[in-house]
């Protein structure tokens, strides 16, 4: 009964090739996220969804394309891909109204681009 | 813009030693404030927050006092364990309801030795 899922846990792939990530929540929640935390653990939100509309775009490549095809779906797709994109990707939840904004995240996904 | 900083790390105490990561944080308007912690290989999970001046938040031991005159909210725990030993992030929220946005720190790993 995992809350927030997000697969795959590891990719390697090489670089200029297009990967995807795919997220998904059964919490009920209606805003979704994606961050990026580099190598010294620092966590920078990329993207954010409220019932499917993009509300927070940061200055992120157009190589980085989220769709949130439902609620409860946000995947993130990456085009041409660079050293400088290796990190772990983190998709996370909340649930707008609640006062507090908590925010649910997945387990990761560790990308590693060679 | 908003802004948090906390203590680098990292923190290296014995077990029941008292523990202090400071956090300190820029923003306008009146943030929530948060303590998320990330276990190895896991994603972050919420530990504590405080949504207005004065609040405390407290959860297995640890508390933090949302201080608005010193714009601080320092995590402290009386007697830490092993199983403390994790990476923790300070954070803030802003914005209206469905359009919260999230501003970490750069985390502060804690070494709890037995």
């Known amino acids: 009964d995992t809350a927030v899922s997000q697969t795959p846990k590891y990719l390697v792939t090489q670089m200029g090739n297009d990967k995807s990530i795919k997220c998904e929540q059964n919490l009920g929640h209606d805003t979704m996220y994606w961050y990026k935390q580099d190598s010294k653990k620092f966590l920078k939100i990329m993207f954010s969804?409220?019932?499917?509309?993009?509300?927070i775009n940061e200055t992120v490549p157009n190589r980085f394309s989220p769709k949130s095809p439902d609620k409860a779906h946000l995947n993130l797709h990456i085009n041409s891909l660079e050293l400088g994109d290796s990190a772990v990707y983190f998709c996370?939840?909340?649930?707008?109204?609640?006062?507090?904004?908590?925010?649910?995240f997945g387990s990761g996904t560790q990308l590693s681009v060679l | 813009g908003n802004s948090v900083t906390q203590m680098e790390g990292p923190v290296t105490l014995s077990e029941e030693a008292f523990l202090t990561i400071n956090c300190t944080y820029t923003?306008?308007?009146?943030?929530?404030l948060f303590w998320y912690v990330q276990y190895p290989g896991e994603g972050l999970q919420l530990l504590l927050k405080?949504?207005?001046?004065?609040d405390k938040g407290s959860n297995k031991g640890f508390e933090a006092t949302y201080r608005k005159e010193t714009t601080s909210f320092h995590l402290e725990k009386g007697s830490v364990q092993v199983s403390d030993s994790a990476v923790y992030f300070c954070?803030?929220?802003?914005?209206?309801?469905?359009?919260?946005?999230?501003?970490f720190g750069t985390g502060t790993r804690l070494k709890v030795l037995a």
């Open positions: 996370a939840s909340s649930l707008t109204g609640t006062g507090h904004e908590k925010l649910f």
């Open positions: 954070a803030l929220s802003t914005g209206p309801s469905g359009t919260y946005k999230y501003i």
């Open positions: 405080a949504t207005k001046a004065d």
């Open positions: 923003a306008t308007g009146y943030p929530s």
């Open positions: 969804y409220n019932n499917k509309e993009l509300i």
